[in-house]
């Protein structure tokens, strides 16, 4: 199977798109301007104690106080207070955690008065972003997650993965990593830890001890609050839960997220640093991969397959239902039973797919077509658990009813992804009315001679749909080989399949967005519309 990720970096977010054998399987987006993401650790420092609560509330630098409940200390909490004071007391001299001797538990049931002071200075890692007015929640068990190793500090345990099923490779890798680590540092080994050389593991350990040596070397050269270890980029994050040698690419359009992405693979696969290839032609990285279609196809109510069959796919308050449909589906010579199981295990290809694409989780009932064999059903089960097989969501699924129905019950790894397909009128911005069509192609030549006359632009490109394009383009002496010779060759029209049919952007030399949407704009629909009523009563 050929994998590949497809990176688009757009100003404010960044689209994740991970596609098997050209077709779309996941999709994430992440918004650019999120601060105070999982994983971050600050020095921070008590503000305020709440003892009916029993927590303290931390400020870390954002506009709402974090909150810091007693429990999120840790047990080894006396140990972690006492190290870090020696940080922050000698900033000379950066002391050795394999050196000291681990201080007994705190008392799970004592009080934040008792433990915390207003004014003392902590380090404190961010287990829940910000929502609406609160402010993030905190612990001070920190924590250093790599792609087979989590590493956790003041702690001698070392845990292994559940989905590693292996009695002895679970031996294996306990004693392996208990050879290796250093005293006063716990090990979660992860489940794609499972078969790796002591080499590999060696090296992300000692990669996750620098990141801890270097939170603590920046936290001795700051003043609370201030950022002492970021979390890596979501691009990154997402390779390292999903990274495998089937990768056959990963394109990226951005040189930054490029550079973040090729540092991370040599580190952890060398041999595999050329599949990251930066992207840099002006087409859209979406439409030259097809992603923007498939988006376009595979949101939505109705999810049409093969042969015109579909599924419609419904969302309740307590469970996702889905029903196949064959359409209008017929194939000669073939008996009913065997289109009906022609077309279940097609449909059971889709929805294992769409399982992944929109992460539907908790329940999941599917409505197949019927079919009366009991080999034919017991066919379609099996093939369900074989494509499901790659999912990294646990999941669990049951064989069909005697109502032909087929339960799923699925772990949600990520937030559900919701993608509005429908598009609103670029035109008429939801007032009902367009502006003629006819007009559209004189409105843009309009603002293309605005951008080089009156703004004095150059070399920009101008987006519209892939319609309008293929219209402007249309004969040897096309309306755009007229105006670009009229206009001095000083900009160039492309399609660009995520825009609406009336629709444009506009994008300078730099490759940053121009808005063009003037206050008319926005209002000749409406303007229209009372010009028409005048006139209709001045008729009257």
């Not at 420092?45 to 927590?55: D, S, Y």
């Not at 495998?244 to 991370?264: C, G, H, L, M, R």
Request: include cysteine; proline fraction near 4%.
């Amino acid at each position: 199977m050929k994998s590949e990720l497809i990176v688009d970096v757009q100003p404010t977010e960044v689209s994740i798109a991970l596609v098997e054998d050209s077709r779309l399987v996941s999709l994430q987006k992440e918004s650019r301007n999120v601060s105070y993401a999982v994983g971050d650790i600050y020095l921070a420092k008590v503000k305020k104690l709440m003892p009916g609560l029993n927590a303290a509330f931390v400020n870390v630098g954002y506009e709402k106080d974090a909150f810091l409940h007693y429990l999120d200390l840790g047990s080894q909490y006396s140990s972690y207070s006492s190290f870090l004071k020696q940080v922050l007391e000698d900033k000379k001299r950066v002391p050795s955690l394999s050196k000291m001797k681990l201080l007994p538990d705190i008392d799970k049931h004592g009080t934040v008065a008792e433990t915390l002071t207003p004014g003392q200075e902590l380090m404190v890692q961010i287990v829940k972003e910000p929502i609406s007015s609160k402010g993030p929640r905190l612990t001070t068990e920190i924590t250093f997650t790599g792609r087979y190793l989590v590493l956790i500090p003041f702690c001698d345990k070392i845990s292994i993965s559940q989905k590693i099923k292996s009695t002895e490779e679970k031996l294996r890798l306990r004693q392996l990593i208990g050879s290796i680590k250093p005293k006063n540092f716990g090990v979660i080994v992860r489940t794609s830890a499972e078969g790796k050389r002591v080499a590999e593991l060696n090296h992300e350990l000692k990669t996750l001890l620098k990141c801890w040596e270097d939170a603590i070397a920046k936290a001795q050269r700051v003043d609370a609050p201030s950022l002492i270890f970021e979390e890596e980029s979501r691009i990154v994050g997402v390779l390292r839960d999903i990274f495998s040698p089937t990768f056959e690419n990963i394109y990226v359009n951005d040189a930054d997220i490029y550079s973040q992405i090729s540092k991370y693979v040599n580190l952890i696969a060398p041999e595999r640093q050329e599949i990251v290839q930066l992207y840099d032609k002006d087409e859209p990285i979406f439409d030259h991969f097809n992603i923007t279609r498939q988006i376009k196809s595979s949101f939505g109510k109705i999810v049409s397959f093969k042969s015109g069959a579909y599924i419609i796919i419904e969302h309740t308050e307590a469970l996702h239902v889905i029903d196949v449909n064959s359409g209008n589906r017929a194939k000669a010579g073939n008996d009913q039973e065997s289109n009906a199981l022609e077309v279940n295990l097609r449909a059971a290809d889709e929805i294992a797919r769409q399982l992944r694409l929109r992460d539907m989780g908790g329940i999941i009932v599917v409505d197949f077509i019927d079919m009366n064999k009991a080999e034919h059903r017991q066919t379609l089960y099996e093939h369900m658990r074989t494509i499901m097989a790659n999912d990294r969501a646990r999941h669990n699924i049951l064989p069909l009813s005697k109502f032909g129905l087929m339960q799923i019950t699925r772990q949600r790894v990520r937030p559900a992804l919701d993608i509005v397909t429908t598009e609103a009128c670029p035109s008429c911005f939801g007032k009902g009315e367009v502006q003629p069509s006819l007009l559209f192609t004189d409105v843009l030549r309009e603002k293309i001679d605005y951008l080089i006359n009156s703004l004095k632009e150059r070399n920009f490109i101008v987006y519209v749909h892939p319609f309008i394009d293929a219209y402007l383009k249309k004969g040897l002496f096309s309306e755009y080989v007229r105006w670009r010779m009229k206009m001095g060759f000083k900009f160039r029209i492309l399609p660009d399949q995520s825009l609406a049919y009336l629709q444009y952007r506009v994008l300078d030399k730099k490759r940053n967005e121009i808005d063009l949407q003037e206050e008319k704009d926005m209002n000749s629909s409406s303007s229209k519309n009372r010009a028409k009523t005048k006139n209709r009563n001045d008729e009257e």
